[in-house]
Structures are given as structure tokens and as C-alpha cells.
T-cell receptor
Framework: EAEVAQSPRYKITEKSQAVAFWCDPI?????LYWYRQILGQGPELLVQ????????DSQLPKDRFSAERLKGVDSTLKIQPAELGDSAMYLC??????????FGPGTRLTVL | GDSVTQMEGPVTLSEEAFLTINCTYT??????LFWYVQYPGEGLQLLLK?????DKGSNKGFEATYRKETTSFHLEKGSVQVSDSAVYFC?????????????FGGGTRVLVKP
């Protein structure tokens, strides 16, 4: 069964450092999402891509976060500089044209 | 804007007990409704979905019915197992000008004891 891949699974960094997360969606899925899940809460959308284009990044803190999907396949989410409040699970999801989204295992970020 | 409210946990049950998790929503359009499950340290797995009023989603013994008149999508299972211990998220997907993001509730932790 096809799955969404994410790496790394865990990342510990110090504040003010740069971090990057990678996501490879299910093959053929044109839509890719990045969500942030703070411990004890539901995920919240950061950015949505359709192929290589950003569809919605209204909740992405653009002063420190950036996301790209250059060839319309895999994607990278970057934080620079990281702050203590960025500690969370970062989830990637993909969709193949319906409204169902399939999630990867996530990257757990801890900022010290 | 869209929102999802689900009962707070934790919900603690004995094995073979009946489980209900309440979920209500607010949406401007005609959303699809989902239940996702999250096991410790993992991502979200789709449990079931319903796309229109009166649809019933079902999977692995879990069921939920899309009730437009009460804007609800309660999750039920007749006989839970220890392996059902997880966090359950109710969510809606509504197509708008900016795509079709999922809006999640806060999650309900379920603990099933042997």
C-alpha cells in the first residue's frame, strides 16, 4: 500500500537554528499539505500545494517558515530561525483529487 | 469559519464496552466529514468518512452517520479492544477558494483497559 514518507522522524535543535523537513507524497498525488500539530491539539494547516503551486499559505508564518515543491513531487518545509514555540509534530499529507487526505508519520520537532 | 467540536477526553473504558465520541461541526458549505485515528508517536490514519447527509461511514467495527440536521458525526463502536486505545480526531473538509483544507477537532484520547 502506497504511503506518504517523511524524514526525519525526530529532530532536536536549539533555538535560532535552521531546520528542514522533507515529504514524499503518494505517487501521482497532485495535492500536498503541511500541517502543524501542537501536543494535545488537532493539526492545523500551514500550506497547501497543487502540483508545484501554493494554493493556501495563509497560516504559514512567512517571516520564519518557507515551503517549496519545486518539481511538483516531494516537498521541503523550512524554519529559520527556530523558536521554542515551534516545538510540535509536523505532518505531511497528500491527496489524489478527492477530498480524502493521507498522512505521513510526521516529524517531531523539539526546540531547546 | 469552519469549526469542529468534539468531546474532551480522556475516555476510559473496559474491553468489550460500547464507545461513543461526540462530534459536532460548523461549516458554511456542504463538507465531507472524517474520523482519523492517531496512535502514540505516529501520524493520522483515516478511519472512516462520509460525504453527504445520512451517509454512514464504517471501518474496523467503527461507524459514524452524517447528520446534517444536528450537524453531528458521532463515532461509535459496539465492543472496544485494548488495541483501540488511541486519540481520535473528527474533521471536516470543505472546498473553498483556497483549496480543501481539513479542519480538525481537538482530539479525544481513548484508553481501553483489559
Amino acid at each position: 500500500e502506497a504511503e506518504v514518507a517523511q524524514s526525519p522522524r525526530y529532530k532536536i535543535t536549539e533555538k535560532s537554528q535552521a531546520v528542514a523537513f522533507w515529504c514524499d507524497p503518494i505517487s501521482g498525488h497532485a495535492t500536498l499539505y503541511w500541517y502543524r500539530q501542537i501536543l494535545g491539539q488537532g493539526p492545523e494547516l500551514l500550506v497547501q500545494f497543487q502540483d508545484e503551486s501554493v494554493v493556501d499559505d495563509s497560516q504559514l508564518p512567512k517571516d520564519r517558515f518557507s515551503a517549496e515543491r519545486l518539481k511538483g513531487v516531494d516537498s521541503t518545509l523550512k524554519i529559520q530561525p527556530a523558536e521554542l514555540g515551534d516545538s510540535a509534530m509536523y505532518l505531511c499529507a497528500s491527496g489524489g483529487g478527492s477530498d480524502t487526505q493521507y498522512f505521513g508519520p510526521g516529524t517531531r520537532l523539539t526546540v531547546l | 469559519g469552519d469549526s469542529v467540536t468534539q468531546m474532551e477526553g480522556p475516555v476510559t473504558l473496559s474491553e468489550e464496552a460500547f464507545l461513543t465520541i461526540n462530534c459536532t461541526y460548523t461549516a458554511t458549505g456542504y463538507p465531507s466529514l472524517f474520523w482519523y485515528v492517531q496512535y502514540p508517536g505516529e501520524g493520522l490514519q483515516l478511519l472512516l468518512k462520509a460525504t453527504k447527509a445520512d451517509d454512514k461511514g464504517s471501518n474496523k467495527g467503527f461507524e459514524a452517520t452524517y447528520r446534517k440536521e444536528t450537524t453531528s458525526f458521532h463515532l461509535e463502536k459496539g465492543s472496544v479492544q485494548v488495541s483501540d486505545s488511541a486519540v481520535y480526531f473528527c474533521a471536516l473538509s470543505d472546498w473553498g477558494a483556497a483549496g480543501n483544507k481539513l479542519t480538525f477537532g481537538g482530539g479525544t484520547r481513548v484508553l481501553v483497559k483489559p
